[in-house]
């Protein structure tokens, strides 16, 4: 800020030159802020315009636009990291595959229902058995038609959301991948006891989980300054929706351990893949300055 210059008035001096009328007043509004007298003459140069002040108060506003330049530059937001959702297909060939899958496996389960006993997800078969395929065999069985009909509707809308965000092919692995761990952690903590499950809402849960983990680490890495509710938003929303479209009320036969373990698996899958996407996204640019 240039130092206060006595013009040919000498109650008046210049405490600032402007290159518009616009920011020239702005500036004033701080002097009128504090009881202080201004006036805006135009300036030496065309275009260009003068704040003036009264010469006893000049320096007080001179410290005082100074200090609120400085504040307006701090106030300036930083760019934000831009999202990674909606640049990738819905992947709808992947979820038509899904579909197609579960109602091929239920067909055949109606006619042996003993594929049921043998694939579904077990504590017993798992840990005391070694068989370790059950966990992800598990998701693709279901008890009735009203079951798969459910998972069918629900998978599919978060199936597309997370092909949106992660891509159709990773996306779809990570969905599958994450209900079969919910799946072998459950078998982990009711083991000895024996547990049995079936269905593909632990994935479905699993595909929640992925969308708040990948929510959380997008706001968590955004340089804007935001509350910590704000951050966590994402996982918020997604603990709200597991437990109202996950729980179940005593003696429901729900598998509320897989829809919690499924859920908790996507958080920590999802976080990891936007995290190393944006890891690398941030490399690539980086290189090619």
Not at 15 to 38: K, Q, R
Not at 170 to 175: E, H, L, N, R, V
Not at 240 to 245: D, H, S, T
């Amino acid at each position: 800020m240039p130092e206060p210059q006595q013009t040919e008035e000498e109650e008046w001096v210049d405490i600032g030159t402007y290159p518009s009328l616009n920011e020239a007043y702005d500036h004033g509004l701080v002097a009128l802020a504090m009881g202080e007298s201004i006036r805006v003459e135009a300036g030496e140069q065309p275009g260009q315009f003068d704040l003036q002040a009264e010469i006893e108060a000049a320096p007080k506003i001179s410290a005082e636009i100074t200090e609120y330049e400085n504040e307006s530059k701090q106030a300036i937001l930083p760019p934000t990291v831009p999202s990674n959702w909606g640049k990738h297909p819905a992947g709808w060939l992947y979820v038509l595959v899904w579909a197609a899958t579960l109602i091929t496996v239920f067909y055949f389960q109606s006619q042996n229902p003993a594929l049921a006993d043998r694939y579904a997800s077990s504590s017993i078969a798992l840990i005391g058995h070694g068989e370790w395929w059950r966990p992800f065999t598990a998701l693709f069985l279901h008890g009735d038609g009203p079951h798969i009909v459910g998972n069918l509707a629900s998978g599919t809308v978060f199936g597309i959301l997370v092909a949106k965000s992660l891509g159709p092919l990773k996306g779809w692995i990570i969905i599958l991948l994450s209900g079969a761990a919910g799946n072998a952690i459950t078998s982990l903590i009711t083991y000895p006891e024996h547990f049995a499950s079936l269905g593909a809402s632990t994935a479905v849960f699993g595909a929640l989980g992925i969308l708040s983990g990948t929510g959380l680490i997008e706001n968590f890495r955004e340089d804007i300054r935001m509350p910590w509710v704000r951050v966590a938003a994402p996982l918020l929303a997604g603990v709200i929706l597991l437990g109202w479209l996950g729980g179940a009320a005593p003696g429901s036969n729900t598998d509320v351990f897989g829809h919690v373990f499924g859920f908790c698996a996507g958080v920590a899958a999802g976080a990891a893949c936007r995290y190393f996407d944006q890891e690398k996204q941030t490399t690539i640019e980086a290189q090619c300055r």
